[in-house]
Nanobody, 121 residues
């Protein structure tokens, strides 16, 4: 089995920072990418940032310049440094990864349980 476990959410004031972490564990042969999504109340889940194992990152326009995604490949862990937080960043943040459990396995998407980020004005 593969598990993604997030941590680091919480309640902060506008302008403050938070750092989210997500560790992947279990039967992992290879990871193609790791990403952060978020879902605000009444809205669809949206991609926040993604980082590819072979290099490269991508960000939602709304977080460019404020959020930074990084990864520790040895630990199968992805981070999201969130600076200059705004009330509109309030959402449940989910970790996502595309993982291959064996060399002959297909690639599958896995999700964490989510962590709440609340930004007060």
């Amino acid at each position: 089995q593969v598990q993604l476990v997030e941590s680091g959410g919480g309640l902060v004031q506008a302008g403050e920072s938070l750092r989210l972490s997500c560790a992947a564990s279990g039967n992992i042969f290879s990871i193609n990418y790791m990403a952060w999504y978020r879902q605000a109340p009444g809205k669809q889940r949206e991609l926040v940032a993604i980082i590819f194992t072979r290099g490269g990152t991508n960000y939602a326009d709304s977080v460019k310049g404020r959020f930074t995604i990084s990864r520790d490949n040895a630990k199968n862990t992805v981070y999201l440094q969130m600076n200059s937080l705004k009330p509109e960043d309030t959402a449940v943040f989910y970790c996502n990864a595309q993982i291959q459990k064996t060399v002959s396995d297909n690639w599958y998407n896995y999700w964490g349980q989510g962590t709440q980020v609340t930004v007060s004005s």
